[in-house]
């Protein structure tokens, strides 16, 4: 059976239409990824990985922009007045590889600031920040080469056991200074924290982990020999108490044989 040509027409408009939005839509979407951060500047990076290079440096910035191209490969934030960097602020960038956030007043990296950049991300710079102290599951895996410096960091054991997690630059061997200490005695205040000799910051709290140990041995310990004394001094009632009782049983058998010879007698 032959269709009508006038439905034929308006389904094929029908389908024109909707395949016409598709595209529509997909562009925009593509336009919306890979379009560059109102007020900041974009150029295509160089080199053969491609991907784009996006400048928001010195804007007064108070946090990570949320609409940064998804193919961005190097980013700088510096000279801006971030305080934090959250949870996945960076985890939609596949391809960043240079992240540079220096010159703000970070003095916050949360659990998973770095997530997901642990393959990609080739450069971190952090320097002359507000930061005191870092938390390893910031950076969840990232090695990328880091510069640290200029921040007045708290020198501790916590800093000490972080450090080692990352990839640090050479600049950061002379340039991380510990503005404070934890022991304040141990001689770090005002040197070179990494080329320190001799320096343990854990020893402390090595030497606290021992005693409390300690204390909770002999806690353990006392209690165990109370309970001992406890068992040994009921036991030694019970046991005064039954040969009482077994000490009573020939007396009481010697009379009952005296009254039977009585009344055999009688």
Known sequence: MLLPSGWLLRHSVVMWLLLHSL????????????????????????????????????????????????DTRRLY???????????????????????????????????????????????????????????PDAFEGVRARSNLTGNPWHCDCRLQTAFPRLDLEPVSLTGIICQTSEPSDSGAQGVPFLLAKDLDLCVVLKKTT??????????????????LVYYVRHNQEDARRHLEYLKSLPSR??????????????
């Open 23 to 70: 595209v529509l839509m997909t562009l925009c979407f593509h336009h919306a990824a890979t379009s560059c951060s109102k007020r900041c500047y974009c150029s295509d990076s160089d080199g053969s990985f491609g991907g784009k290079t996006m400048r928001c440096s010195n804007l007064h910035l108070t946090e990570i922009p949320q609409d940064i191209p998804n």
């Open 77 to 135: 934030l510096d000279y801006n007045l971030l305080t934090s960097i959250p949870a996945d602020a960076f985890h939609d960038l596949p391809l960043l590889a240079e992240l540079d956030l220096s010159h703000n007043e970070l003095a916050l990296l949360e659990p998973g600031a770095f997530r997901g950049l642990a393959v990609s991300l080739q450069f971190l710079d952090l320097s002359s920040n507000q930061l005191t102290t870092l938390d």
């Open 210 to 227: 021992d005693v409390a140990m300690l204390v909770t041995m002999f806690g353990w310990f006392t209690m165990v020999i109370s309970y």
């Open 253 to 266: 058998q010697g009379k009952s044989e005296e009254s039977s010879t009585i009344s055999t007698v009688v």
